[in-house]
């Protein structure tokens, strides 16, 4: 009777749940549990308005998404539960929550439902920026040792930040709060009863190093007195090492859930590096993209190498005995959602819908005729601002070329081709750092789900795209780390790699580079590149003062 995991992957919409074969990765069961708050970006839930730019989450749906996918999953597979043996989770980041000493959230305390920074802040808010900047500039100038395996540059979206950004503007909560923790933390502290925080989203998130820890109080103190003992108090917690056990599932939430107490639970990771087993990243050179509402591309390497604007690299931080380099493009499938949501005409809506198809589909289909350079446009992919490699929230997209001809299906293609040139940006940025990509391997539901994508990701690139057919990447790397929580005692594995070889998708989507579109795309990225720069590097500041502009009427 074989055995089976559950993963749990907490996005930035739903959650998504698998029900895994351990000794084969057979996916048993799906189950899908959209968030019924979903982002929060205008007002709260008691209707106290929200600033712009403000992205939240409700933590009661992540509470609500495990009570329902789980019963869902046993009960459409008809598995016992005695035969699940672990569970993992996965979360996105960094979504940042203060919460009381037990691991109430704030926001859930009336004193506090009306406060904005009680809130889970999610991965794309980035209103921290100017407290990022100053974290960087104090790090730089005092020589922090931990600052280049960030490149040089602390984002917005990290947990420090948005620390003292709720200390500066919400004083009062700040020293409410017994901790602020990471909601891939969280989740595995309301499974287990068990505080801790992953080596994940410690080093990505939190300026934490394996050899010397978080920076010291004498920086945090030049940074804000009252911040002085945050890393101490604050974010206190063991640190739990990835592909390990974080603890047992505790009794009261295995009767809600409908599961046997005790089931090892595996420590929490972020949604995109979970998804490097999943998708059988194993070498050096080969980088994975994972393409959804964001993109994340990940590298390991034997080596060091100062890389400018990355996202961290932390040692065993992706899969064990490697490090792992982590860049980042925070605007993906928003981006073309944006497009498709706003300025799709309405006999295209109609087109779709007579034809059953989403009008993303129908946009793709109408694009992949045309060929590189027939649109006559271009576009910088920054319509939530940069990640890697400027680490520049201010920023904002651009789209040239616009004419009286210029129809939906090509600003489509040309916001691919943008996607794929800051892809491109990234792969070169590590390999004038040292580190070469030869290969790359591809997940998320852009791969999956649009051919045109990933052969205009190959085109640009230059290089052969592997899609592994997984179902749900990171629900599936999450059920990977649950076997390994298990271990070999409980029928599952002692390490990753072996666990991705029993339990990954042999079957894989190539998408090769097509030598006559990758010459065009050669000239046009030179073109991308000279606009990355001048809008980018402080040559022409425009986007900036367009912003401040914007804010100054009241936008």
Same mark, same amino acid.
């Given at each position: 009777?074989?055995?089976?995991?559950?993963?749990?992957?907490?996005?930035?919409?739903?959650?998504?749940?698998?029900?895994?074969?351990?000794?084969? %990765? !057979?996916? +048993?069961?799906? $189950?899908?549990?959209?968030?019924?708050?979903?982002?929060?970006? /205008? &007002? @709260?839930?008691? %209707? !106290?308005? +929200?600033?712009? $730019?403000?992205?939240?989450?409700?933590?009661?749906?992540?509470? /609500? &998404? @495990?009570?329902?996918?789980?019963?869902?999953?046993?009960?459409?597979?008809?598995?016992?539960?005695?035969?699940?043996?672990?569970?993992?989770?996965?979360?996105?980041?960094?979504?940042?929550?203060?919460?009381?000493?037990?691991?109430?959230?704030?926001?859930?305390?009336?004193?506090?439902?009306?406060?904005?920074?009680?809130?889970?802040?999610?991965?794309?808010?980035?209103?921290?920026?100017?407290?990022?900047?100053?974290?960087?500039?104090?790090?730089?100038?005092?020589?922090?040792?931990?600052?280049?395996?960030?490149?040089?540059?602390?984002?917005?979206?990290?947990?420090?930040?948005?620390?003292?950004?709720?200390?500066?503007?919400?004083?009062?909560?700040?020293?409410?709060?017994?901790?602020?923790?990471?909601?891939?933390?969280?989740?595995?502290?309301?499974?287990?009863?068990?505080?801790?925080?992953?080596?994940?989203t410690a080093a990505y998130k939190a300026l934490w190093q394996a050899e010397s820890g978080y920076p010291g109080r004498e920086f945090t103190g030049a940074l804000h007195p009252e911040l002085k003992d945050f890393y101490q108090e604050k974010l206190a917690g063991p640190v739990t090492p990835l592909f390990s056990r974080a603890g047992l599932l505790r009794e009261d939430m295995?009767?809600?859930?409908?599961?046997?107490?005790?089931?090892?639970?595996?420590?929490?990771?972020?949604?995109?590096?979970?998804?490097?087993?999943?998708?059988?990243?194993?070498?050096?050179?080969?980088?994975l993209s994972i393409l959804g509402t964001s993109g994340c591309h990940l590298l390991l390497s034997q080596q060091e190498a100062d890389i400018p604007g990355i996202c961290g690299a932390a040692m065993d931080g992706i899969l064990p005995g490697c490090l792992g380099y982590e860049a980042g493009q925070v605007c993906y499938g928003d981006h073309l959602d944006w497009l498709v949501r706003h300025f799709t005409p309405v006999a295209y809506l109609e087109e779709a819908q007579a034809r059953g198809i989403s009008a993303h589909e129908l946009l793709?289909?109408?694009?992949?005729?045309?060929?590189?350079?027939?649109?006559?446009?271009?576009?910088?992919?920054?319509?939530?601002?940069?990640?890697?490699?400027?680490?520049?929230?201010?920023?904002?997209?651009?789209?040239?070329?616009?004419?009286?001809?210029?129809?939906?299906?090509?600003?489509?293609?040309?916001?691919?081709?943008?996607?794929?040139?800051?892809?491109?940006?990234?792969?070169?940025?590590?390999?004038?750092?040292?580190?070469?990509?030869?290969?790359?391997?591809?997940?998320?539901?852009?791969?999956?789900?649009?051919?045109?994508?990933?052969?205009?990701?190959?085109?640009?690139?230059?290089?052969?795209?592997?899609?592994?057919?997984?179902?749900?990447?990171?629900?599936?790397?999450?059920?990977?780390?649950?076997?390994?929580?298990?271990?070999?005692?409980?029928?599952?594995?002692?390490?990753?790699?072996?666990?991705?070889?029993?339990?990954?998708?042999?079957?894989?989507?190539?998408?090769?580079?097509?030598?006559?579109?990758?010459?065009?795309?050669?000239?046009?990225?030179?073109?991308?590149?000279?606009?990355?720069?001048?809008?980018?590097?402080?040559?022409?500041?425009?986007?900036?003062?367009?912003?401040?502009?914007?804010?100054?009427?009241?936008?």
């Amino acid at each position: 009777m074989h055995k089976c995991v559950i993963g749990i992957d907490f996005g930035t919409l739903s959650a998504r749940a698998l029900l895994v074969n351990v000794s084969d %990765g !057979a996916v +048993l069961a799906q $189950s899908v549990f959209p968030y019924p708050h979903g982002v929060m970006e /205008d &007002a @709260l839930p008691g %209707g !106290a308005p +929200l600033k712009a $730019s403000w992205a939240l989450h409700h933590p009661r749906d992540y509470l /609500d &998404a @495990l009570a329902y996918t789980v019963p869902d999953l046993l009960q459409k597979s008809g598995v016992d539960p005695s035969r699940v043996i672990g569970i993992g989770t996965d979360a996105t980041g960094s979504t940042v929550m203060p919460v009381d000493r037990a691991g109430n959230p704030l926001c859930l305390d009336p004193a506090f439902e009306d406060r904005p920074h009680a809130w889970a802040r999610i991965w794309k808010q980035q209103t921290a920026q100017d407290q990022a900047d100053r974290v960087t500039a104090l790090a730089a100038a005092r020589g922090e040792p931990w600052l280049p395996n960030y490149g040089g540059i602390v984002s917005a979206t990290w947990m420090l930040p948005k620390a003292l950004e709720t200390l500066e503007e919400d004083p009062e909560l700040y020293r409410a709060a017994a901790y602020f923790v990471e909601m891939a933390d969280w989740l595995v502290w309301q499974l287990t009863g068990t505080f801790s925080r992953s080596a994940c989203t410690a080093a990505y998130k939190a300026l934490w190093q394996a050899e010397s820890g978080y920076p010291g109080r004498e920086f945090t103190g030049a940074l804000h007195p009252e911040l002085k003992d945050f890393y101490q108090e604050k974010l206190a917690g063991p640190v739990t090492p990835l592909f390990s056990r974080a603890g047992l599932l505790r009794e009261d939430m295995a009767a809600q859930l409908g599961l046997p107490a005790g089931i090892p639970v595996a420590p929490g990771i972020l949604d995109a590096h979970v998804s490097a087993s999943a998708a059988g990243l194993s070498r050096p050179g080969e980088m994975l993209s994972i393409l959804g509402t964001s993109g994340c591309h990940l590298l390991l390497s034997q080596q060091e190498a100062d890389i400018p604007g990355i996202c961290g690299a932390a040692m065993d931080g992706i899969l064990p005995g490697c490090l792992g380099y982590e860049a980042g493009q925070v605007c993906y499938g928003d981006h073309l959602d944006w497009l498709v949501r706003h300025f799709t005409p309405v006999a295209y809506l109609e087109e779709a819908q007579a034809r059953g198809i989403s009008a993303h589909e129908l946009l793709s289909r109408k694009a992949a005729p045309l060929q590189p350079g027939q649109t006559g446009l271009m576009a910088l992919d920054w319509w939530n601002g940069n990640r890697s490699i400027l680490v520049d929230s201010g920023l904002r997209g651009v789209l040239i070329g616009l004419g009286l001809d210029t129809r939906a299906e090509e600003i489509y293609r040309a916001l691919l081709e943008a996607l794929a040139f800051g892809a491109r940006m990234i792969v070169q940025n590590f390999e004038r750092g040292g580190l070469p990509v030869d290969a790359v391997r591809a997940t998320g539901g852009i791969s999956q789900k649009n051919p045109l994508a990933m052969q205009i990701y190959a085109d640009v690139l230059k290089l052969p795209v592997q899609v592994p057919k997984v179902q749900q990447g990171s629900a599936f790397g999450s059920a990977i780390l649950a076997a390994l929580a298990a271990g070999e005692e409980r029928g599952g594995y002692a390490d990753v790699y072996t666990a991705m070889e029993h339990m990954m998708p042999k079957e894989t989507v190539e998408y090769l580079p097509n030598p006559a579109h990758a010459a065009v795309y050669d000239t046009l990225f030179q073109e991308y590149e000279r606009l990355h720069d001048y809008f980018g590097r402080g040559e022409n500041p425009v986007l900036k003062k367009l912003a401040a502009i914007k804010a100054a009427a009241g936008g």
